[in-house]
């Protein structure tokens, strides 16, 4: 059996995590897990996967459910997601956690050469060049569990890279995609929540309306794939059955296909190098209908271009970027600021903070800290008329 650990075991990666260990209980023991504040779900899965360790990350719950519960142990605090991906009986680890606080247990995972099953895109995109380096010096391997670097990972994992051209991102477009523009501006919080096609986390469901998912999956498409950023390509694709796309040399192009079910990468990456042994939904062809695709439009979605243009300056611009999204969005989920003003915070970010280019984890923590303090001042006086 595969020890697994699961960060951030209450979201919709989460969630979709605990639904594959269920299916395949004889090829996966869950080791450890983390929340922040669902103790009632903690205390179910306790009972349900008997986990080593627990960790509640919400510092308003310390001690709420005692050191420990029949044969497991709760620990409490951010400090202490490290110690539970490097428990020896871990063999993967999801890290389902939103945001940059899922960097660090990510990195010591890392160094204790664990198998990283990378849902938490904000890791890559503010430590990327410092992740590429700790993952060839520990000799381990990151798979992606978002459905497009997935999908992109298993078409390349077997191709000559010479035969190919670009890879291409899919994209739902968001929960906005057909509304008129001039009504952006006075979109609310609930109808960014309301996704066409996914159910997620509202973080995630907020930046899948601007498209920045997208933004902070082409930076992260380049640290995963190696592909320069003029080789990686978004697309609007509504039906959010094809995930991703390599065009080859000739103009020919493969793409991978599904349901939209979290299930299938997450069920990926833990078996991966095996392939899934099972099948997971009853979808044939015939259910698809049709596969549209066409190019989003840089007005509707600025944040694209401000990715590109973050990812080719390099060095610390990507973490600024990430850092100025997560203070942005919370902002617009208190509705302190206007839908449309999330892009102009990220253009604001990176037009005022400099760009610099170290070498270890405190210089782009530096960038990160400084962005959200520099947005945080600046915007969270604002008041949403």
Same mark, same amino acid.
């Given at each position: 059996m595969i020890g697994i650990c699961v960060l951030g075991i209450s979201g919709s990666v989460g969630s979709s995590t605990v639904k594959v260990l269920r299916r395949f209980p004889s090829a996966f023991q869950l080791i450890s897990f983390s929340v922040h504040s669902q103790v009632d779900l903690a205390k179910s899965l306790i009972r349900e996967f008997s986990p080593e360790v627990v960790c509640i990350t919400d510092p308003t719950k310390i001690g709420i459910l005692g050191n420990r519960i029949e044969r497991t142990d709760i620990l409490y605090g951010e400090e202490n997601l490290s110690k539970i991906v490097e428990l020896p009986q871990v063999q993967k680890v999801v890290t389902a956690i939103v945001g940059s606080i899922g960097a660090k247990p990510t990195i010591q995972a890392i160094k204790s050469k664990k198998q990283i099953a990378l849902a938490n895109k904000e890791t890559l995109v503010t430590f990327?060049?410092?992740?590429?380096?700790?993952?060839?010096?520990? %000799?381990?391997?990151?798979?992606?569990?978002?459905?497009?670097?997935?999908?992109?990972? %298993?078409?390349?994992?077997?191709?000559?890279?010479?035969?190919?051209?670009?890879?291409?991102?899919?994209?739902?477009?968001?929960s906005f995609r057909n509304l008129p523009m001039d009504q952006l501006a006075?979109?609310?919080?609930?109808?960014?929540?309301?996704?066409?096609?996914?159910?997620?986390?509202?973080?995630?469901?907020?930046?899948?309306?601007?498209?920045?998912?997208?933004?902070?999956?082409?930076?992260?498409?380049?640290?995963?794939?190696?592909?320069? &950023?003029?080789?990686?390509?978004?697309?609007?694709?509504?039906?959010?059955?094809?995930?991703?796309?390599?065009?080859?040399?000739?103009?020919?192009?493969?793409?991978?296909?599904?349901?939209?079910?979290?299930?299938?990468?997450?069920?990926?990456?833990?078996? &991966?190098?095996?392939?899934?042994p099972a099948k997971l939904f009853d979808r044939t062809p015939q259910s698809w209908k049709s596969l549209n695709f066409w190019e989003p439009d840089p007005n509707r979605y600025p944040a694209l271009a401000l990715a590109y243009q973050a990812g080719m300056s390099g060095g610390t611009a990507p973490a600024i970027l990430n850092a100025a999204n997560e203070v942005a969005v919370d902002l617009f989920l208190k509705e302190r600021i206007p839908f449309v003003k999330i892009p102009k915070v990220l253009e604001d970010a990176l037009n005022s903070i400099a760009i610099e280019n170290p070498t270890d984890w405190e210089g782009f923590w530096d960038a990160d800290q400084k962005t959200r303090n520099f947005v945080t001042e600046k915007y969270s006086r604002e008041v949403l008329i």
């Amino acid at each position: 059996m595969i020890g697994i650990c699961v960060l951030g075991i209450s979201g919709s990666v989460g969630s979709s995590t605990v639904k594959v260990l269920r299916r395949f209980p004889s090829a996966f023991q869950l080791i450890s897990f983390s929340v922040h504040s669902q103790v009632d779900l903690a205390k179910s899965l306790i009972r349900e996967f008997s986990p080593e360790v627990v960790c509640i990350t919400d510092p308003t719950k310390i001690g709420i459910l005692g050191n420990r519960i029949e044969r497991t142990d709760i620990l409490y605090g951010e400090e202490n997601l490290s110690k539970i991906v490097e428990l020896p009986q871990v063999q993967k680890v999801v890290t389902a956690i939103v945001g940059s606080i899922g960097a660090k247990p990510t990195i010591q995972a890392i160094k204790s050469k664990k198998q990283i099953a990378l849902a938490n895109k904000e890791t890559l995109v503010t430590f990327g060049p410092l992740i590429q380096k700790l993952v060839k010096d520990y %000799q381990t391997k990151i798979i992606p569990v978002d459905s497009e670097h997935n999908a992109l990972f %298993q078409l390349l994992e077997n191709q000559n890279r010479d035969n190919i051209d670009s890879i291409v991102l899919t994209a739902s477009g968001g929960s906005f995609r057909n509304l008129p523009m001039d009504q952006l501006a006075h979109v609310t919080v609930s109808d960014a929540l309301n996704h066409p096609t996914w159910k997620m986390g509202p973080k995630i469901t907020v930046d899948s309306a601007g498209m920045v998912n997208k933004a902070l999956e082409v930076i992260e498409a380049h640290f995963l794939f190696g592909f320069p &950023y003029d080789k990686i390509n978004v697309v609007i694709h509504p039906e959010s059955l094809t995930h991703g796309m390599v065009a080859f040399q000739d103009g020919a192009y493969v793409q991978y296909t599904s349901h939209p079910d979290m299930e299938y990468p997450i069920a990926s990456a833990l078996f &991966y190098p095996n392939s899934t042994p099972a099948k997971l939904f009853d979808r044939t062809p015939q259910s698809w209908k049709s596969l549209n695709f066409w190019e989003p439009d840089p007005n509707r979605y600025p944040a694209l271009a401000l990715a590109y243009q973050a990812g080719m300056s390099g060095g610390t611009a990507p973490a600024i970027l990430n850092a100025a999204n997560e203070v942005a969005v919370d902002l617009f989920l208190k509705e302190r600021i206007p839908f449309v003003k999330i892009p102009k915070v990220l253009e604001d970010a990176l037009n005022s903070i400099a760009i610099e280019n170290p070498t270890d984890w405190e210089g782009f923590w530096d960038a990160d800290q400084k962005t959200r303090n520099f947005v945080t001042e600046k915007y969270s006086r604002e008041v949403l008329i």
